[in-house]
């Protein structure tokens, strides 16, 4: 009898590591705390060139599980040149040390589109770059390559793992003051779009640089800027402008894909597409079949903080399909963000607004993403 039980005892061990090795193989994360998972799902600039510049950068990654951070030259809100880059040397430090807060693989993204659109330029000791209208011109494969793998490496020799681009928004509007005016469009053409933004993402991808395609479904006919208010395209924005989302998923080459804050009442006459659960899961997701990590654009941006408070926001967002909320931090600033998004989520599943499966939906996509980080 006592050698029965023994045998049946280590038969049972043997199905039970069977099983968590069967899970641990199925491509899902390990299940986390009701914390762990919001906190991953949050990205937020901050002010300082080292960690201890500021008073809350360290807590919100250890304590609110934090789990990604944009880096930017500038800061809008003092109207100052300092703010997380002052050399090479420097913001490899910075990025070091962010890196060593955290238990889990932190995004550490950064808007590197090139030309107008660049936070590390020549200025603080970074090579030059071009914008994607110069290359979408010009249209040649080895000069896109050549620049991109510039950027790739600049990225990869700071810790940098996540490119805030490609824009693959259409360049409808060569007016348009936050697209086309400032040369973030490789081209008015989808085909140019496409094959340039494909070598841009194959290059990067070399490099182990992640990537994320903006502004979804199509920012380039709009005729004002989102940073500034509710930016509606209702009249100006067609479905061809989603051809360059189509091929590229099609193409098994999208990481990302972030959200726009542009209002289009013949897809949603009640949110913009950041909060749009037609646009976001009926169309990326449904339509398109994207499964991957959706972004939002800055929460804190004037047509989301304008229009709607934090909490409806939030609520809206995640509902629609977001994945990782953007705080940037510098249209306004706020130390405190952090706390209080992580609780505005965390209340909202307590009360049963959002169901706990939807925010584990969200943790399995940035965790399987995450698991690509170097």
């Known amino acids: ?51 201890a510049d500021t008073n809350h950068i360290v807590r919100d990654i250890k304590k609110y599980h934090l789990g990604g951070v944009v880096l930017f030259d500038y800061d809008v809100p003092s109207k100052s040149p300092v703010r997380n880059i002052k050399s090479p040397e420097q913001l490899k430090r910075l990025v070091r040390n962010l890196k060593k807060l955290s238990n889990i693989p932190l995004m550490v993204s950064i808007d590197q589109e090139g030309g107008k659109v ?145 209002f289009n009442t013949n897809i949603d006459s009640s949110y913009p597409a950041t909060m749009s659960k ?25 047509a989301i903080r304008k229009e709607y408070g934090l909490k409806t926001a939030i609520k809206q967002a995640i509902l629609a399909g977001d994945d990782i909320l953007s705080f940037a931090n510098n249209s306004i600033y706020d130390p405190q963000i952090v706390p209080k998004a992580h609780a505005i989520i965390k209340n909202m599943v307590q009360d049963g607004e959002i169901s706990r499966e939807r925010i584990n939906q969200s943790y399995k996509r940035i965790m399987r993403l995450k698991s690509r980080l170097q």
């Open 1 to 51: 009898m006592k050698r029965f039980s023994v045998a049946l005892l280590a038969l049972l061990v043997l199905l039970i590591n069977g099983v968590a090795s069967a899970q641990s193989n199925s491509g899902d994360p390990e299940p986390a705390s009701l914390d762990i998972e919001i906190g991953q799902m949050l990205d937020i600039g901050f002010r300082g060139l080292q960690i």
């Open 118 to 262: 660049a936070r590390l330029d020549p200025t603080h000791g970074f090579p030059k770059t071009v914008s994607e209208q110069y290359l979408g011109n010009l249209n040649n494969p080895d000069t896109t390559r050549l620049y991109a793998r510039r950027t790739a490496k600049t990225l990869d020799k700071m810790g940098i793992n996540v490119d805030l681009a490609p824009v693959v928004d259409l360049n409808i509007n060569p007016e348009n003051p936050v697209i086309g005016k400032l040369g973030r469009s490789y081209s008015a053409n989808p085909k140019i779009v496409i094959k340039q933004a494909s070598i841009f993402i194959k290059t990067l991808h070399r490099y182990g640089i992640l990537t994320v395609l903006k502004h979804f479904p199509g920012h380039g006919s709009s005729t004002s800027d989102s940073h500034l208010g509710v930016v509606d395209v209702t009249q100006t924005w067609s479905k061809k402008e989603l051809s360059p989302y189509k091929q590229l998923i099609d193409s098994n080459l999208v990481d990302m894909v972030m959200t726009a804050h542009i």
């Open 278 to 302: 037609p646009t976001i899961t009926g169309i990326l997701r449904d339509s398109l079949g994207f499964n991957g990590v959706v972004m939002s654009d800055d929460m804190m941006m004037g």
